[in-house]
């Protein structure tokens, strides 16, 4: 089992910069691919992007691809999503997701407001 609590959402103005943080439980988290989900109002869930258990390869939705960095500190059970030059449309809550073969975990979700 693991637990994943995010944090570091809030009001950010346009063109600002947010760093999520999503901690993890359990002595296991350095086996499962992490990745960023976001959900914004009357919207469907969407992949922000993942990074691969080592942390050696990430990808990205072409929607934040350049602003957008994934990084991962295993000895931390830590997982970031560093967010640069937001728009409006970025505000959503954003989901921290874990996957290792047929397991998966959610996070709760931290809410994101881009606005002036």
């Known amino acids: 089992q693991v637990q994943l609590v995010e944090s570091g959402g809030g009001l950010v103005q346009p063109g600002g910069s947010l760093r999520l943080s999503c901690a993890a439980s359990g002595s296991t988290f350095g086996t499962y691919s992490m990745s960023w989900y976001r959900q914004a109002p009357g919207k469907e869930r969407e992949l922000v992007g993942t990074i691969t258990s080592t942390g050696g390869s990430t990808n990205y939705a072409d929607s934040v691809k350049g602003r957008f960095t994934i990084s991962r500190d295993n000895a931390k059970n830590t997982v970031y999503l560093q967010m640069n030059s937001l728009k409006p449309e970025d505000t959503a809550v954003y989901y921290c997701?874990?996957?290792?073969?047929?397991?998966?975990?959610w996070g709760q979700g931290t809410q994101v407001t881009v606005s002036s």
């Open positions: 997701y874990a996957r290792r073969y047929w397991s998966y975990y």
